[in-house]
């Protein structure tokens, strides 16, 4: 018999839309957590969009400057969410309602199980009351600044939630 299951990872894939601006930040926020935690080897831990357009991609080069700022390196290249991801994923965090709706429905048409655990990474939330991630992509540099600041208060959040 395998005793496999306690020592699983636990895994944790981030989604927006394009998977240039608020998803590869969230994660990058997130294996920042979990190295300063040195808890790097019970994590996988990714970044996907709905979209396709920016697949293959770095993440927004003023996202990276902004986190950089931070210290905290976005690495990430996009990529696609697909139907394998809620086999392999436990957490799914959406970034805003439409990015939650569009995952909801791509697991209904075509997830083989119900493995996945789907939520707004803002249900996370503490300090700031954004109900959703603002779309950074539109705007001015503060807004990338402003996504940084409410992903970790709830990346932050969502850690303490599964520990
Ligand atoms: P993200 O931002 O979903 O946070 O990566 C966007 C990036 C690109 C586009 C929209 C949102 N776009 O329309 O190309």
Redesign the pocket.
């Known amino acids: 018999m395998e005793i496999k299951n306690h020592m699983k990872k636990i895994s944790v894939l981030f989604v927006?839309?394009?998977?240039?601006?608020?998803?590869?930040?969230a994660e990058a926020i997130f294996i920042s957590l979990l190295e300063q935690k040195g808890l790097t080897d019970g994590f996988i831990v990714d970044s996907a969009?709905?979209?396709s357009?920016?697949i293959g991609k770095k993440?927004?080069s003023r996202?990276r400057i902004a986190a950089e700022r931070r210290n905290i390196n976005i690495l990430s290249r996009?990529r696609q969410i697909n139907n394998k991801d809620f086999d392999e994923f436990k957490y799914i965090l959406a970034?805003d309602n439409s990015?939650f709706r569009n995952i909801q429905d791509l697991k209904n048409r075509t997830a083989s199980t119900d493995f996945a655990s789907i939520k707004k990474i803002q249900d996370f939330r503490s300090v700031f009351n954004e109900q959703e991630?603002p779309?950074?992509?539109?705007g001015g540099d503060e807004g990338f600044d402003y996504?940084l600041d409410i992903l970790e208060d709830s990346v932050n959040g969502f850690f303490e939630s599964i520990s």
Do not use: E, K, Q
Request: aromatic content about 12%.
């Open positions: 927006c839309l394009g998977n240039i601006c608020r998803s590869p930040a969009g709905t979209g357009w920016h993440a927004d996202m996009a970034m990015n991630v779309d950074p992509y539109f996504v």
